[in-house]
């Protein structure tokens, strides 16, 4: 009997360590995703040399990127990897005839509106916690930031086309009489992001795996993602030449730089796959 209960003891051991051996996650996981998204800007409005602004609407937007995960217990691991990010968003300038940029030595844009288009590489870093596998399903929420650096910087702007008012003067002053017109792909690189490049984002969210084989699932997640740090670079330390936003009274000589405010956000939906 003894002996009997001993090879039973040991005969569960085994099993029980060799189910426990099964049931181990990998430490490591990787994938690929893609993530399309509604971007905005959200203005601080006391800025903008008291001007009057308001945001002019979200736009569609996209990114991709790698995916790799850190598995640091069975309901525990870090998410971090590299991505690229498409954001944006508009505004509308409503006082008029007073932010403008000169398009060459006899006209000038002022403008009503203007459209970002902004290129990240962006790196982020999350905890993510998830259930127990539930059927097939795993269940997760994540919080983490991300660090992105701005690749790229453009800008579709429309308004009004000035002329000088005397095209013999050596004065920057424009006449009251324009035409509507608009410019596409204006590079603002240099007036945007912290350093003219960073930008810091909380990014929270919550979504669900779908194992299909072994270590492979689907992955569907919808991400919040509000970003910390100025959109836009100080206006005092933004080169004489890459002021192309002036608020005037239509005289670009007694201009004052623009002073501009606010936080590039959005929501994307991620769909990607983790091996």
């Known amino acids: 009997m003894k002996k009997s209960i001993s090879t039973f003891l040991i005969l569960f051991s085994v099993l029980t360590v060799m189910a426990q051996e099964g049931e181990k996650q990998p430490k490591f996981r990787f994938g690929l995703k893609v ?43 870090i998410l971090t990897g590299v991505e690229v990010n498409y954001l944006g968003g508009s505004i ?20 009503s509106s203007r459209a970002f288009k902004q ?3 962006t790196i982020p870093l999350a905890l993510k916690l998830n259930t127990n596998e539930i059927g097939y399903m795993t269940y997760f929420g994540q919080i983490g930031v991300d ?5 790229k910087g453009r800008a579709n702007d429309a308004g009004t086309l000035y002329y000088k008012a005397n095209q013999d003067s050596s ?11 608009s410019a596409e792909d204006v590079n603002i690189y240099k007036q945007t992001g912290v350093f003219g490049f960073l930008r810091v984002a909380l990014n929270v969210g919550a979504g ?22 100025n959109f836009f670079k100080k206006a005092d330390t933004i080169k004489e030449e890459d002021k192309t936003n002036l608020p005037v009274n239509n005289n670009k000589d007694t201009a004052e730089p623009l002073d501009q405010k606010a936080s590039s956000n959005y929501v994307a939906l991620t769909v990607g796959v983790l091996f």
Do not use: C
């Open 119 to 121: 290129q990240y590489i």
């Open 208 to 229: 669900v795996e779908w194992n299909i084989a072994g270590n492979t699932s689907l992955l569907f997640a919808v991400n919040y993602n509000n970003g910390f740090t």
């Open 147 to 151: 660090l992105s650096f701005q690749i």
């Open 171 to 181: 004065t920057h002053t424009f006449s009251v009489q324009g035409e509507e017109y």
């Open 35 to 77: 993530s399309p998204s509604v971007a905005w800007m959200g203005l601080d409005k006391t800025r903008f040399n008291d001007l009057d602004v308001e945001n002019g609407g979200a736009k569609v937007k996209f990114g991709y990127g790698l995916i790799t995960e850190f598995v640091l217990a069975k309901n525990y691991s």
């Open 92 to 111: 509308n300038y409503k006082d008029a005839n007073k932010v403008n940029y000169q398009l060459n030595d006899s006209t000038a844009l002022f403008l």
